[in-house]
Each structure stands twice: as structure tokens, then as C-alpha cells.
Nanobody, 124 residues
């Protein structure tokens, strides 16, 4: 099992940057595919990005491609989401998730473990 705790959210102006972190517990962290999802007000939880167990495989939603970068440090049991050129439509609660699986995991049902979320608010 793995427990996840996100941090790094906050209020930022449009065009600004934030770096989200997700700290994971558990000795098998490096075996999990890690993902980031987000849920805006009144919206469903949407896929943002994922990274494979080794860090060599990443995939992004079209809406964030070229602006967001997912990375992981298996030695620190951590995954990150660097968010640049933020837009008001990026405002959401961002969730870190872990999946005991490989492949193109873009659906929330693919992930069995979730953090509590961190709020990101982008002002115009």
C-alpha cells in the first residue's frame, strides 16, 4: 500500500508558476505509476499527467502539454508537477494518485491510491 500527501498549491496570477509535490509512504513506491488529476468547481476529476515507474515514460493531457512537467524521485518517494504559464482555467484541486499497473493510465479508475488534494487558484 501507499499513502500520498500533496503540497505546494496556492494562489498565483495568470502566467505564473507553481510546483506541486506529492510525498509517498511505502517501500514499493518505485513500482507504481504515478499520476496527477484535477477537479475544478462543478467539474469531474480530469487527468493531467502520469509518469511510469522509472520516470522514462510520461504522458500529458492536451490542455497542459508544453506547460506542465511531471517528474519523480524514487529515492525520495516523491512525484512533482511543475506548472508554468498558468491560466485561470487551471484552477482546481490537484490530486496525486498511484497505480499498481503500467501503460497509458489516464482514467481515475486506473488508480487505487489517492492523496487528499491541494488547491491551485489562478487569478486573471
Amino acid at each position: 500500500q501507499v499513502q500520498l500527501v500533496e503540497s505546494g498549491g496556492g494562489l498565483v496570477q495568470a502566467g505564473g508558476s507553481l510546483r506541486l509535490s506529492c510525498a509517498a509512504s511505502g517501500r514499493t513506491f518505485s513500482s507504481y505509476t504515478m499520476g496527477w488529476f484535477r477537479q475544478g468547481p462543478g467539474k469531474e476529476r480530469d487527468f493531467v499527467a502520469y509518469i511510469g515507474w522509472s520516470g522514462g515514460s510520461t504522458y500529458y493531457a492536451d490542455s497542459v502539454k508544453g506547460r506542465f512537467t511531471i517528474s519523480r524521485d524514487n529515492a525520495k518517494n516523491a512525484v512533482y508537477l511543475q506548472m508554468n504559464d498558468l491560466k485561470p482555467e487551471d484552477t482546481a484541486v490537484y490530486y496525486c494518485a498511484a497505480a499498481w499497473a503500467a501503460g497509458r493510465l489516464t482514467r481515475s479508475v486506473n488508480y487505487g491510491y489517492w492523496g487528499q488534494g491541494t488547491q491551485v487558484t489562478v487569478s486573471s
